[in-house]
């Protein structure tokens, strides 16, 4: 058996290296493909270096440096010209070119029998595509079956959120919140629907999952109204073109959903592991076995959210801080809203502990 299984492995990562090795090949040659002009730089040469200082004494270096390239696809397919590029150092807002990067051109036009052209960014369709495909090869070699599931799952679930996306933006005078608290809905019960079967243990999960999420943002709402937003600051989201507010209801709801399943998720395997070791485990034994286990891995949970939230504005609260901006104003800008969302999924953690070991407990627990 053991041979059999290491046989299956074995094919299967073969088939995986032959379909890894085409798709590298195919997104590589890929250009005709699209619409937008597409070149490879056949030699990149710096031309100009200069030091720049803003009124904060940032210093920073502005280089430009001359492509030669060759179009890819479009008309001009195999033409040769040269354009310019111009860079900072940091590399914060544009980035620099080498040889043998391929990129997207604009207002690409021929005046005066000659090429003239603007270099828009990378085509990163070979690397987002490898990464893919190593994403999906791990997951089937090291968990087969749950792997596949667990697979299957995140793509329906990215299906589901464009389909939201497109409802939005085409019914905009509905209320953003509950597009995707129905969304939020499907994404619990199609990830643990394909992942744990139509089971008890998938049941719990559910259940403690949505009523956790629902009361822990139905309460944050009521506070927000009642203390009149102050200190939340949805000024700071940026490009929203609609009622800012259900949407970062609905962001939140989204963020609180996936930490509250990952909590439950856990505390229920283990609670059906301990009744299959003791089948003639009670009631009791298994809810306060859930709270235990709960209160391990709630600590680690919610620091692993707050690392997350600080990684997602450090960049953007550094920028802040560097022009000149005080700490308190470039908490509100960059982090308040990131931490009421913290705060709310905390709340969602903390909640989910007796609500999924009451959930598994009745289920599986045996009554005296």
Same mark, same amino acid.
């Given at each position: 058996?053991n041979w059999q299984l290491a046989?299956?492995?074995?094919?299967?990562?073969?088939?995986f290296?032959v379909v890894g090795? &085409?798709l590298?090949?195919?997104?590589?040659?890929?250009?005709?493909l699209? =619409?937008?002009?597409?070149?490879r730089? %056949?030699?990149a040469?710096?031309v100009?270096?200069?030091?720049v200082k803003?009124q904060?004494?940032?210093?920073?270096y =502005?280089?430009t440096q001359?492509l030669k390239?060759?179009?890819?696809n479009g008309t001009?397919?195999?033409?040769?010209l040269?354009?310019?590029?111009t860079?900072?150092?940091?590399?914060?807002?544009?980035?620099?070119y080498?040889? #043998?990067?391929q990129?997207?051109?604009?207002?690409l036009?021929?005046k005066?029998?000659r090429?003239t052209? %603007?270099?828009?960014?990378?085509?990163?369709?070979r690397?987002?595509v @490898?990464?893919a495909w190593l994403?999906m090869?791990l997951?089937i070699l090291?968990?087969?079956? &749950?792997?596949?599931l667990?697979?299957?799952s995140?793509l329906?679930?990215v299906?589901?959120?464009v389909?939201?996306?497109?409802?939005?933006?085409?019914f905009? /005078?509905?209320n953003?919140?509950?597009?995707?608290a129905i969304?939020?809905l499907c994404?619990?019960?199609a990830s643990l629907?394909i992942v744990?079967g139509?089971?008890?243990?998938m049941?719990a999960?559910?259940?403690?999952?949505?009523?956790?999420t629902?009361?822990?943002?139905g309460?944050?709402?009521?506070v $927000?109204t009642w203390?009149g937003?102050?200190g939340?600051y949805? %000024?700071?989201m940026?490009?929203v073109?609609q009622?800012?507010?259900p949407l970062?209801l609905?962001?939140?709801?989204?963020?609180?959903l996936?930490a509250?399943?990952?909590?439950a998720?856990d $505390?229920v395997?283990?609670l059906?592991?301990?009744k299959?070791?003791d089948? /003639?485990?009670?009631?009791?034994q298994l809810?306060w076995?859930?709270?235990n286990?709960g209160?391990?891995i709630m600590g680690?949970l919610?620091?692993?959210?707050? @690392?997350?939230?600080?990684a997602d504005?450090?960049t953007?609260?550094?920028m802040?801080?560097?022009?000149?901006?005080?700490?308190a104003?470039?908490f509100n800008m960059? @982090?308040?809203l990131?931490t009421?969302q913290?705060?709310i999924?905390?709340?969602?953690?903390?909640?989910?502990v007796p609500?999924v070991s009451?959930?598994?407990?009745?289920?599986? #627990?045996?009554?005296g």
């Amino acid at each position: 058996m053991n041979w059999q299984l290491a046989g299956w492995r074995k094919r299967l990562l073969g088939l995986f290296l032959v379909v890894g090795v &085409a798709l590298w090949f195919f997104m590589g040659h890929n250009q005709r493909l699209y =619409q937008k002009p597409i070149a490879r730089v %056949e030699a990149a040469q710096t031309v100009k270096t200069t030091r720049v200082k803003d009124q904060f004494e940032n210093v920073d270096y =502005q280089i430009t440096q001359r492509l030669k390239l060759r179009l890819l696809n479009g008309t001009y397919r195999g033409k040769r010209l040269t354009v310019t590029n111009t860079y900072t150092k940091s590399q914060g807002l544009d980035q620099a070119y080498k040889k #043998g990067n391929q990129v997207f051109l604009t207002q690409l036009v021929k005046k005066h029998g000659r090429l003239t052209a %603007e270099v828009s960014g990378y085509k990163r369709d070979r690397p987002l595509v @490898m990464l893919a495909w190593l994403v999906m090869m791990l997951l089937i070699l090291t968990l087969g079956t &749950a792997g596949s599931l667990a697979l299957a799952s995140v793509l329906l679930n990215v299906l589901l959120f464009v389909i939201a996306i497109e409802v939005d933006l085409k019914f905009q /005078d509905w209320n953003a919140f509950w597009i995707f608290a129905i969304l939020a809905l499907c994404f619990a019960a199609a990830s643990l629907v394909i992942v744990l079967g139509p089971t008890k243990k998938m049941l719990a999960t559910l259940a403690a999952t949505i009523l956790a999420t629902a009361v822990a943002v139905g309460l944050s709402a009521l506070v $927000i109204t009642w203390t009149g937003a102050r200190g939340v600051y949805y %000024e700071s989201m940026q490009y929203v073109t609609q009622v800012p507010r259900p949407l970062f209801l609905a962001e939140t709801l989204l963020g609180s959903l996936g930490a509250v399943m990952d909590e439950a998720s856990d $505390i229920v395997a283990t609670l059906f592991e301990l009744k299959t070791l003791d089948p /003639d485990v009670s009631f009791g034994q298994l809810f306060w076995s859930g709270r235990n286990v709960g209160k391990s891995i709630m600590g680690p949970l919610v620091n692993v959210l707050f @690392m997350i939230f600080l990684a997602d504005t450090f960049t953007s609260a550094l920028m802040y801080l560097k022009n000149g901006n005080s700490l308190a104003y470039t908490f509100n800008m960059n @982090m308040s809203l990131g931490t009421v969302q913290s705060l709310i999924s905390g709340i969602g953690i903390v909640l989910a502990v007796p609500l999924v070991s009451l959930f598994a407990a009745i289920l599986l #627990g045996r009554r005296g």
